[in-house]
């Protein structure tokens, strides 16, 4: 019997609701792997308990097959299920996938609060990520132009500053970020003046809208905002949502390596909507020298569990811990101790 912990299993199920996605004729058997996954990592049990008492199917969206799959997990550490369907996406196991000790996480750097689209105040969201030993949490609201989320200027980033240091004397062990997601313009400019920018802890640039661009002026558009220099991440770099929108197409090794260049980390977005970038895009990322950040992009504190159970991605890319911002952001953000 394995010690297979939760994380470990959500991850699998993941994976294997992600390879499932790619076939449309199994988009609902994708969606039940994808929503069980989902479960065991917000309900995190004990499942070998749960194997010897015969009751893996008692878990919320967990049929008979995925009870299989589990059993399979528990008794001999892998599932061979998995392994069929990677080789069927021309996605085989590789020698050079890493190991990531997700205890040494040290925090997100990509969440949303109610001061935009997220649904929990940032006092819910502190309270949520200090719950789960986060040394620290980022919040990072949309910027102005997404109107529809109602972003950020000047003004209100000043406000939430203003109530962010209100929140973090209620959370002590915990220090509070204030970062913004800010939108990468159709020319590579960013939607808020670098006054602004500069006083934020950090910088997530991401692109939202027009992903379709011709390539040439994406990759314009692209490699300008890695170059811009209070940038420190970029939010999916691509934009895709796996199963419904292909993300945008751009020379991603030259901006990889641009990024690498100017010490701007690529994110892993955990959120299974977007598992963007892609374990194989993450490679060629990794090949081209980038760090990395490991985010949820969580929008409650529940969401907080993409991380782990989307950190497969990162495994299968071969990117080691030491790579990911977020298993070292003492490193950058030294707290006062
Ligand atoms: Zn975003
Ligand atoms: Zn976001």
């Given at each position: 019997?394995r ?6 299993a ?15 004729n199994q988009?609902f ?15 995190k049990?004990?499942l070998?308990e ?11 969206g ?16 892998h ?20 190991e ?6 040290q ?15 940032m006092?819910?969201?502190?309270q ?19 109107t529809?989320?109602?972003?950020l200027?000047?003004?209100r ?12 004397k ?10 913004i997601?800010?939108?990468?313009l159709?020319?590579?400019?960013l939607?808020?003046?670098d ?17 379709r661009?011709?390539?040439a ?13 209070h940038?420190?991440?970029i939010?999916?770099p691509?934009g895709r949502?796996?199963g419904?929108r292909e ?7 030259l901006?990889f ?12 977005d ?10 194989e895009?993450a ?6 020298g980038?760090?990395f ?21 990162a ?23």
């Amino acid at each position: 019997m394995r010690e297979v912990d939760a994380a470990t299993a959500a991850q699998t199920l993941s994976e294997i609701g992600y390879l499932l996605r790619q076939d449309p004729n199994q988009k609902f058997r994708a969606k039940a792997f994808s929503s069980a996954a989902w479960a065991i990592a917000q309900v995190k049990p004990d499942l070998v308990e749960l194997h010897e008492e015969g009751q893996l199917a008692s878990l919320p969206g967990v049929g008979e097959g995925i009870a299989k799959v589990l059993t399979e997990l528990i008794e001999n550490g892998h599932s061979r299920y998995l392994d069929r369907l990677r080789g069927e996406t021309g996605q085989p196991a590789r020698e050079d996938e890493s190991e990531l000790d997700l205890r040494a996480y040290q925090g997100d750097l990509h969440s949303h609060t109610e001061w935009s689209d997220g649904k929990s105040t940032m006092l819910e969201m502190a309270q949520g990520a200090k719950a789960r030993g986060y040394r620290y949490l980022g919040v990072t609201d949309h910027s102005p132009r997404i109107t529809v989320v109602h972003g950020l200027d000047a003004e209100r980033l000043l406000a939430q500053s203003q109530q962010m240091a209100e929140v973090q004397k209620q959370v002590e062990g915990l220090t509070l970020l204030q970062g913004i997601e800010v939108d990468i313009l159709e020319d590579g400019s960013l939607d808020l003046p670098d006054a602004v920018l500069e006083i934020l802890d950090f910088v997530i640039a991401s692109p939202h809208v027009k992903l379709r661009q011709e390539p040439a002026a994406m990759t314009q558009r692209m490699r300008r905002a890695v170059s811009h220099p209070h940038v420190d991440l970029i939010g999916h770099p691509t934009g895709r949502r796996p199963g419904s929108r292909e993300g945008a197409s751009y020379d991603f090794e030259l901006v990889f390596r641009e990024a690498a260049k100017r010490g701007v980390a690529v994110e892993i977005d955990c959120d299974p909507a977007r598992m963007d970038l892609s374990p194989e895009m993450a490679r060629l990322a990794l090949e081209c020298g980038c760090n990395f950040a490991l985010s949820s992009d969580a929008h409650s504190p529940a969401e907080f569990d993409y991380v782990p159970m989307g950190a497969w991605m990162a495994r299968r890319a071969g990117i080691p811990q030491d790579r990911i911002l977020n298993f070292h952001l003492d490193r950058r953000f030294r707290p006062a101790s």
